[in-house]
């Protein structure tokens, strides 16, 4: 039940493009990868897909590089999480391989779904309403700031 670390390379990204957004200001494809230690490549297509989703901007060529879509504060946690790994952090059942719906039937019975039902709420409550700039200005005091 943990982001897949596609996904953490995928929120470490953005985060990193939001603590030096700047409207029109593209960030490169090398300067990413080095600042946040992630091969070039392997980013390249995390970001690919973030820009397929509207979530950043991309453009090639000597100017090119990659963007934030919207205002930091217009982006959250739970879209960029839902366009990596999907909804299966928020729906996936503890305890099997389905969807955790709530069903009682002979077939699926999640001896955990009563319990969970509230943390899965809360979850995704806190991913929808954490924005990137939210997670970027928590990490503003503390000595050390955000681990890129």
């Known amino acids: 039940m943990m982001l897949s670390k596609t996904c953490k390379y995928a929120v470490r990204a953005v985060i990193y493009m939001a603590a030096n957004y700047r409207e029109d200001q593209k960030c490169g494809i090398k300067v ?16 690919q897909k973030l820009a397929r989703f509207n979530v950043l901007i991309s453009n090639k ?3 090119g590089g ?3 879509a919207a205002p930091p504060d217009k982006i959250s946690l739970y879209r960029v999480v839902e366009i990596i790994d999907g909804k299966e952090l928020f729906e996936s059942c503890v305890l099997s391989d389905d969807t955790c719906d709530g069903r009682r039937e002979a ?10 039902s ?3 709420k809360q979850l ?3 991913f929808k309403e954490k924005m990137i700039s939210d997670l970027l200005s928590e990490t503003d005091g ?4 955000m681990k890129f």
């Open 118 to 120: 509230d943390i899965r």
């Open 32 to 47: 990413l990868a080095e600042e946040l230690q992630i091969p070039a490549p392997f980013l390249s297509k995390i970001l």
């Open 61 to 63: 060529g000597p100017n």
């Open 142 to 145: 503390f000595p050390g700031k």
């Open 107 to 116: 077939s699926h019975v999640c001896a955990l779904h009563d319990s969970y």
């Open 66 to 68: 990659f963007a934030l």
């Open 124 to 126: 995704i409550l806190t």
